[in-house]
């Protein structure tokens, strides 16, 4: 079965620097897909990046950009130039890519607080 | 409305109510999940639900029933619940698994508060 791990509960940061979330994940599959969720205090949960496994080339949006190493299994999140509306419960996500699959694996989330 | 929206937004029970919450997605996605959250808890996943069959339940107390009359809505019956069932409930939908070119992600509705007293 697979696992999605996050290893630090709480990170903080201060504004305009950059900080780094750590998920690491095990499967025995070849295809699959990973995703980075953002959930705001009271707010709802958005995708904040994804990536397809079969992709070498890192995931970047904007401020956000992803350092994927399929050999380690692992999957951080850099968050560059941190702003005051980064603050929030950060989840990393599994999805099989076989197809008729609809379970997602999530870690347990990491809270990051941004320092003015 | 657009993407998935869940009614009520709050909802405050005694433990012999019967309540249900509701989900509506605006996607055209075929799968509907819903997942318990709560505090200092990693997000549960409670059922699955792709083209309104069943796919997923994960050992769900039955004081739990789902519901997924169609591929668009899905609600949560609720009776006898017990107040560590006190969580917020979330909604979400994704496109079918093994799509060429799809990413496959899940969209989130906003949650239900639920509080049981």
């Known amino acids: 079965a697979q696992t999605v791990t996050q290893s630090q509960p709480e990170m903080s940061v201060q504004e305009a620097e950059t900080v780094t979330l750590s998920c690491t994940y095990d499967t025995s599959e070849s295809d699959y897909y990973l995703f980075w969720y953002k959930q705001p205090p009271s707010r709802q949960m958005i995708l904040v990046i994804r990536q397809e496994a079969y992709k070498q080339q890192n995931a970047t949006e904007n401020r956000f950009s992803v350092n994927f190493q399929k050999a380690a299994k692992s999957f951080s999140l850099k968050i560059s130039d941190s702003q005051l509306g980064d603050a929030a419960m950060y989840f990393c996500?599994?999805?099989?890519?076989?197809?008729?699959?609809?379970?997602?694996?999530f870690g347990t989330g990491t809270r990051l607080k941004v320092l003015a | 409305e657009t993407g998935v929206t869940q009614t009520p937004r709050h909802l405050v029970m005694g433990m012999t109510n019967k309540k249900s919450l509701k989900c509506e997605q605006h996607?055209?996605?075929?799968?509907m999940y819903w997942y318990k959250q709560s505090a200092k808890k990693p997000l549960e996943l409670m059922f699955v639900y792709n083209f309104k069959e069943q796919t997923e339940n994960n050992s769900v107390p039955s004081r739990f029933s789902p519901e997924c009359p169609n591929s668009s809505h899905l609600f949560l019956h609720l009776h006898t619940l017990q107040p560590e069932d006190s969580a917020l409930y979330l909604c979400?939908?994704?496109?079918?698994?093994?799509?060429?070119?799809?990413?496959?992600?899940?969209?989130f509705g906003p949650g239900t508060r639920l509080t049981v007293l």
């Open positions: 996607l055209g996605h075929n799968a």
């Open positions: 996500a599994y999805r099989s890519g076989a197809s008729g699959t609809y379970k997602y694996i």
């Open positions: 979400a939908s994704s496109p079918r698994g093994g799509l060429a070119g799809s990413w496959n992600e899940q969209f």
